[in-house]
């Protein structure tokens, strides 16, 4: 399998990533097409050892950086990483494309390059949030920040897919992230958008959720719009990171708290790994004709390394394919699909 590489992208490009690179080449026995500015990654790659890994470089002069605006960049500079790197991928060059760099970027040149899978109306970012009872899968969280109430059977279908192929879930239950869990609570787009997901064949939707219940583990597919889901992820993450800095500070404040710290530190290690974003690797462009991942722009090695395994599983699943199949059967809304493609 030939995983293509966005080397450039990223606040910890080009080290981390080539860094990422060389691990997962290792661990998963796959080839890692390193795209970017072949200088910079051979000056990168001569600080390890990399004998019998397949790392091949592809050449890509320009990057879009993360200040850039997506679309105009993606046209304003041709031969950037991710364009080439999602070229390779519609070419059948390369199986799945991986990028640390800018969501928008990525986005604009999934759907230039790879193109979307027939019938889905707008491509969706998903990604694992860990809950007490595991995990659950949440999207959009920031391919769409403005979207339409016939958008959200789709993001369900895919979501509910994902689930089952990637996770193993069998019967994904699936809830649409409000403000309250009664019926008709909610803005007009999420009381629309419930509506919709009544009639949506094919998924196991259970009506409503707070995000103070998502963490309880009461679902297993979160859908929402990407404007919401962005904030709610970000919070998610930065209240993660405030509460494992808290604990560490008030087990240091004092002698006897140091020592039960140290009493504790394999709990302690157990609870950060199980909070830590960077073991998900990064959130899956589900919607595309291929296989797509936006990690982390602060993504270190071990999160390009996942980010690299959770691309070789979707491809592994096929995903894109049952999601057109999926999306085919969906005859409710079979007609707003026709009218928005």
Not at 28 to 39: A, L
Not at 70 to 96: F, I, Q, T, W
């Amino acid at each position: 399998m030939n995983i293509a590489l966005d080397v450039m992208g990223g606040d910890h490009a080009p080290h981390e990533v080539v860094l990422g690179a060389i691990a997962a080449a290792r661990a998963y026995g796959v080839t890692v097409s390193m795209v970017g500015k072949p200088d910079v990654i051979r000056k990168e790659l001569a600080k390890h050892k990399t004998d019998g890994l397949r790392l091949p470089i592809v050449p890509a002069s320009q990057v879009i950086e993360m200040d850039d605006k997506p679309a105009n960049a993606v046209r304003a500079k041709p031969d950037n990483s991710m364009s080439v790197g999602c070229k390779l991928v519609r070419a059948g060059e390369a199986h799945a494309f991986v990028t640390a760099g800018n969501t928008g970027g990525a986005l604009a040149a999934g759907i230039l390059h790879v193109g979307r899978v027939k019938g889905v109306m707008r491509p969706a970012l998903i990604t694992p949030v860990p809950t007490i009872k595991g995990f659950c899968v949440v999207l959009d969280i920031g391919a769409n920040a403005d979207c339409r109430p016939e958008y959200f059977p789709q993001f369900a279908i895919m979501g509910t897919l994902y689930a089952q192929a990637v996770f193993g879930v069998r019967n994904p239950s699936v809830r649409l992230l409000s403000n309250g869990e009664e019926e008709g609570k909610g803005n007009q787009l999420m009381i629309n958008a419930s509506h919709m997901l009544v009639d949506t064949p094919g998924i196991n939707f259970l009506g409503n959720v707070e995000s103070k219940d998502v963490f309880k583990g009461m679902v297993d597919v979160v859908v929402t719009d990407g404007f919401t889901g962005n904030i709610f992820l970000k919070t998610a993450e930065s209240a993660s990171r405030l509460l494992q800095d808290v604990m560490g500070e008030e087990i240091r404040r004092r002698p006897n708290s140091m020592v039960g710290g140290l009493m504790i530190k394999g709990a302690l290690k157990r609870v950060k790994a199980r909070m830590d974003d960077s073991e998900y690797g990064g959130a899956v462009l589900l919607g595309l004709s291929g296989i797509v991942v936006v990690a982390h722009g602060k993504s270190k090695a071990n999160a390009v390394q996942n980010a690299i395994r959770v691309a070789k599983q979707g491809v592994e699943s096929d995903l894109p394919a049952k999601i057109e199949m999926a999306v085919a059967q969906d005859k409710v809304h079979a007609p707003l699909v026709a009218a928005v493609a």
